[in-house]
């Protein structure tokens, strides 16, 4: 899916086709001959169209007959379904800088390009790059914020329920949320490591723009932040899980140690009415009261037995 978008009268309008100083954002689905067209169009690498639709594709930055790519990974909500797959994975934005058209390109439908889509800003305008681009690596890291405070959410809701639990079901769900810890601590590593050479490389050029470095300079250090966050939540979630690996497990011996004792406590007035129901000569077989003391000695053995195990603490 192509949409072709510019910023008319205050308006962000979808055109019907590629005119000059417009948006170009392509999602999937994607169609060969128009990726094509508008490679051969633009006069972009298709190179540059098919590196950022590669799912592991690094964060990076290139340049190539006057045309720019910035590769930058941005989270989204894992749309999989899957019980066994991360909850949050991060997914490249290929962003390509021509003179006239700025072009947008994913894999996955993200909420950092569904943010400008969806939102009127009465300040924004694609055809500003500069201010497009920086804003696009803020609400990028806006994203991986909010999400980690999620995860972090979550976290504290599964550890609520470990507490009492001897299921491996809650501890599936904390290793869905390691799993994409380790996505978001990668990829704000990654993210940083190219703002920074963006920054020294000047590859954006606002080196004279002092508010423009500024807002650049204040986005590192806010992705640098958020990566300290996904570490420290990815550490105490390991110890965590540690943690509950053990209390699952000891939990499952109290079950069993209690159902062991029951089965002891059981298994006396059963050995006691063996004996009287075997077919030889017997105390009290011609006691009219015997059933009675029979069932007295069984139900009195058996409180001992309670009483011995509550004493060494086995209930």
């Known amino acids: 899916m192509i949409q072709y978008l ?3 009268d205050g308006k962000l309008l979808q055109l019907e086709e590629l005119q000059e100083n417009c948006w170009v954002n392509i999602y999937p689905p994607f169609d060969q001959e128009e990726l094509d067209g508008i490679s051969q169009r633009l006069g972009i690498p298709m190179d540059f169209l098919v590196d950022s639709l590669d799912i592991d594709e690094r964060s990076r930055f290139e340049r190539e007959d006057d045309v720019d790519l910035i590769v930058l990974n941005a989270p989204c909500k894992n749309k999989d379904g899957s019980e066994h797959q991360a909850d949050y994975i991060t997914v490249p934005i290929g962003i390509i800088s021509l003179d006239n058209v700025i072009l947008t390109i994913s894999s996955y439908q993200n909420p950092v390009i569904d943010y400008f889509l969806e939102r009127h800003l009465r300040d ?50 904390m290793m869905n949320l390691q799993k994409s810890l380790v996505y978001f601590a990668t990829t704000l590593r990654d993210n940083e490591q190219l703002m920074i050479k963006i920054q020294r490389t000047d590859f954006i050029h606002i080196r004279g723009d002092e508010e423009a470095t500024d807002y650049l300079e204040d986005i590192i250090v806010d992705n640098s932040q958020a990566r300290e966050m996904a570490d420290i939540y990815n550490n105490i979630l390991n110890g965590t899980m540690d943690a509950f690996a053990s209390i699952i497990s000891n939990n499952l011996n109290i079950v069993m140690k209690r159902l062991t004792a029951v089965t002891i406590i059981l298994m006396v007035p059963t050995l006691v009415a063996s004996f009287f129901g075997m077919n030889v000569a017997l105390p009290l077989a011609g006691n009219p009261w015997a059933y009675g003391i029979i069932i007295l000695v069984s139900i009195l053995l058996s409180i001992g037995l309670v009483l011995i195990f509550m004493r060494n603490r086995l209930f």
């Open 6 to 8: 510019q910023k008319k």
């Open 124 to 173: 924004f305008d694609p055809m500003r790059q500069k201010d497009f681009l920086l804003r696009i690596f803020d609400r990028a890291i806006y994203y991986f914020l909010i999400y980690l405070k999620r995860i972090n959410q979550q976290r504290n809701q599964y550890t609520a329920e470990l507490y009492n639990s001897s299921r491996n079901t809650e501890l599936a769900s």
